[in-house]
């Protein structure tokens, strides 16, 4: 079991459109696991597309790793989204870190479309089955109910076989979905106290299921900040994200303060079974942003990755 960080982006906060290479590039020189960028279509924030900024990075860099946090599947169609992750895979040498969610209720891209997001669930399950055949069989025919296909292929396939395919959402359905369908799973708002239940019945919905995901392979985000509470930013991140559940505690989920505070959330969540982060700096504009993260770099991530790992699970034999 590996313990690795990445840095995630909620929003754009460079000055330009080539900020994200220039962070992209300091992340890569500064040995950086992977860079995450939240997937948005409605905003009146600036969000980046998320795959479209996931190709950019696949021409930017050479060694980074990059993945959306987490691409809402039940805004995009199948094949297009299969195919878009198997070129940017291929052209990037085996890098990409692909996480599907179905998007919350309340997301305000259904308000926009005037969509209905009643039977969401079911029709990602349905993509999720596609998307993972179209990336490694010759040719996928089928008939479900949201998607009728006939000897469909695509070519170049991805690089990495299988490709990732992390789900991300904390319900029962989600908790299914990444037994059924997935090679990991990431956490969103949560603490490291409700995520380590949630991977317990990962496990169990996963001897059910037949199948396997590697011990390595649950992953949590959380935001992190130098500074003090009374920080205008950690105020800020202090009043709920948009999107959070019933009981939302930013304290217990948020990490601000010194490295030590920050390394000791990751702590809570490695001892919950987690092993991969996307760490979000709470902070906003460029000058910010970057000195958030050269902090994380220099302070907290080599300390993160020598974090002693949970203990394995007995055998069951």
């Known amino acids: 079991m590996s313990i690795r960080v990445g840095i995630g982006l909620s929003s754009y906060p460079f000055e330009d459109g080539r900020g994200l290479v220039r962070f992209a590039a300091l992340l890569e020189a500064a040995g950086v696991d992977s860079l995450w960028q939240t997937d948005r279509l409605v905003s009146r924030e600036p969000f980046l597309e998320a795959i479209s900024a996931m190709a950019v990075l696949a021409g930017a860099t050479e060694r ?16 297009v989204l299969a195919k878009q992750c198997a070129t940017i895979d291929y052209l990037s040498g085996g890098r990409l870190l692909p996480v599907f969610g179905i998007g919350a209720d309340e ?9 209905d997001p009643g039977r969401r669930g079911a029709r990602v399950d349905e993509m999720l089955a596609l998307i993972q055949r ?3 069989e010759e040719n996928v ?7 009728r296909y006939e000897q469909c292929t695509i070519a170049p ?11 991300g959402g904390h319900s029962a359905a989600a908790i299914r979905r990444t037994a059924r369908h997935g090679t990991g799973w990431l956490a969103g708002l949560r603490t490291a106290a409700q995520v380590a239940p949630i991977v317990a019945r990962i496990k169990a ?3 059910v299921t037949g199948r396997t995901i590697d011990p390595d392979h649950y992953g949590a985000g959380f935001g992190f900040r130098f500074g003090s509470w009374d920080d205008p930013e950690a105020q800020r991140a202090a009043r709920a994200p948009r999107i959070a559940p019933p009981g939302f505690e930013p304290r217990g989920y948020f990490a601000v303060g010194d490295a030590d505070a920050i390394l000791a959330r990751c ?7 987690i092993s991969k982060f996307v760490l979000i700096p709470i902070a906003r504009g ?8 050269r902090r994380l770099i220099d302070e907290v991530i080599p300390r993160v990755q020598a974090l002693p790992e949970p203990l394995p699970e007995p055998s069951k034999h």
Do not use: H, K
Request: overall charge negative; glycine content about 6%; aromatic content about 12%.
């Open 141 to 147: 025919s089928c008939a479900g109910e949201f998607f």
């Open 107 to 115: 997301a305000p891209e259904w308000r926009a479309t005037g969509s």
């Open 134 to 136: 179209l990336w490694s």
């Open 157 to 167: 396939r991805p690089v990495q076989q299988p490709l990732p395919c992390w789900i």
């Open 267 to 273: 702590a809570e969540y490695v001892a919950a079974g």
């Open 286 to 293: 460029q000058v910010d942003v970057t000195l958030q993260c």
């Open 64 to 79: 980074l790793r990059f993945g959306m946090n987490a691409v809402v599947a039940s805004f995009r169609d199948p094949l």
């Open 205 to 207: 919905e996963l001897v």
